[in-house]
Each structure stands twice: as structure tokens, then as C-alpha cells.
């Protein structure tokens, strides 16, 4: 059982200059309203970010779900992933769970796999500083033994960037 929720809550009618910049950007790309406010809601401090071809997207997800580059908002740009790699991936291990609080994943995404993806054009992506979130958790072991619902905090602290993903193509994944 789990409900992720993201912590900051955002009014579309009521946006600083910040947010209302990046949600212009993200209308640019494509995004629909709904996922405008969820990348909204899931971060702060949003940039513009010039990204060029052949430029690197890192997504982490769990192995053998790749993720779909249309519907994708969440990737690391290479200074993000190198920020991501130089605090939880130590000889030749990637801390999973630091990682994934880090970049406040939902517990479905075990940050086992590494999807890549690379920039085909010249495009304008949005970055943010990744916010907390929050999820409940239920874990029950084979015998019937149940810890209830429990919350889990996610601190996030990561940078995102979400672009168009008619600009992006599968370089691997999952």
C-alpha cells in the first residue's frame, strides 16, 4: 500500500514569478496541465537550462521498466548525476536508498537501472532543487506479519531537469 505525495503545494491561479516562468516553459514543451503542476509541486528554485545535442539525461528507475521519454519528466543532466554518483556511488555500489532519498523516488522505483537518454536539438529544459516527499508504506512478510502503514520522508536536496521529449532519444535503459 502507498500513497507518494509530494510536500510543497502549488496554486496554478496564484504563481510567483519563478513558478509562472517555468510553467511557460514547461506549456512550451508540451506538458499538460496536470504535469505542469506536478513538476511544479515536486521542486523549487526553477531555472531555464540550455541543453544542446547530444547532451546526457540520466533517469533511475527499476530494471526492466524503462522509462517511457513521453511522459518522463524527471531526468538528472550530467551535473546532477555527477553530483548523484559522487555521494551514494562508492566502490562500484550505488547506496540505493540515500539515492533515492536524494531524489525523492517513490518506493516502485528501486534505483536499480540507469535510463539514458540524449538531446537531438537545441532546446531550453526547466532544473529545479527536488523537494521533500512523503509516502506511506506498508511491508507484510510471508508468515502474515504486518508493520501496519507507516510514513517515509524523502529529504530530495537533488537537482531535476524536465524537458521536451520530442527532443530526447533512448540512448539505454532499464
Not at 513538476?39 to 545535442?53: I, Q, T
Request: charged share 30%; hydrophobic share 35%.
Amino acid at each position: 500500500m502507498q500513497k507518494f505525495k509530494t510536500r510543497r503545494e502549488v496554486d496554478m491561479h496564484s504563481l510567483s514569478a519563478e513558478d509562472s516562468a517555468a510553467a511557460k516553459v514547461l506549456e512550451k514543451q508540451g506538458w499538460d496541465a496536470d504535469k505542469i503542476k506536478e513538476v511544479l509541486e515536486s521542486g523549487n528554485d526553477f531555472k531555464a537550462k540550455p541543453l544542446r545535442p547530444g547532451d546526457k539525461l540520466y533517469g533511475f528507475n527499476t530494471a526492466g521498466r524503462g522509462k517511457d521519454l513521453k511522459t518522463s519528466a524527471y531526468w538528472l543532466d550530467e551535473s546532477g548525476f555527477e553530483d548523484a554518483k559522487a555521494r551514494y556511488f562508492k566502490d562500484g555500489v550505488w547506496d540505493r536508498e540515500g539515492l533515492k532519498n536524494h531524489l525523492a523516488l517513490p518506493c516502485y522505483n528501486r534505483a536499480t537501472a540507469i535510463d539514458v537518454a540524449e538531446v537531438t536539438r537545441s532546446t531550453t529544459a526547466v532544473e529545479a532543487r527536488i523537494g521533500r516527499a512523503t509516502e506511506l508504506l506498508q511491508y507484510t512478510d510471508n508468515s502474515g506479519y504486518s508493520t501496519g502503514l507507516m510514513g517515509k520522508i524523502m529529504r530530495g536536496g537533488g537537482t531535476q531537469v524536465t524537458v521536451d521529449p520530442s527532443t530526447l532519444k533512448a540512448v539505454s535503459g532499464g
